[in-house]
């Protein structure tokens, strides 16, 4: 019902920026909470940062906080992440998410997009 099209990926080296986008239809975006997620090789799928249907408040993994940014235009049905001093550990598939609106952010994800990769070299 609904697909999530991340794009945005690419090589850069530490310390330098990637923005990354995610494209959603299939059902009312400005419903749903929105993530990011990563998943490096040989490991687990982990949470990146969400942002509440409406815009008004983010959540950040402790390990990129301060460093990435999540945005959402809901005119465009777009989620964004503004990656900023990226280091070599930043290094993996960036999934975009989409789940219910709860008072704590983003719910368990119902719909998942293919990924992107991102390289960060040193």
């Known amino acids: 019902q609904v697909h999530l099209v991340e794009s945005g990926g690419g090589l850069v080296q530490a310390g330098g920026s990637l923005s990354l986008s995610c494209a959603a239809s299939?059902?009312?975006?400005?419903?749903?909470?929105m993530g990011w997620f990563r998943q490096a090789p040989g490991k687990g799928r982990n949470f990146v940062a969400a942002?509440?249907?409406?815009?008004?408040?983010?959540y950040y993994a402790d390990i990129v906080k301060d460093r990435f940014t999540i945005s959402r235009d809901n005119a465009k049905n777009t989620v964004y992440l503004q990656m900023n001093s990226l280091k070599p550990e930043d290094t993996a598939v960036y999934f975009c998410?989409?789940?219910?609106?709860?008072?704590?952010?983003?719910?368990?994800?119902?719909?998942w997009g293919q990924g992107t990769q991102v390289t960060v070299s040193s």
């Open positions: 998410a989409q789940g219910t609106n709860t008072a704590h952010g983003m719910g368990v994800p119902d719909y």
């Open positions: 299939g059902r009312t975006f400005s419903s749903y909470a």
């Open positions: 942002i509440s249907r409406d815009g008004s408040s983010t």
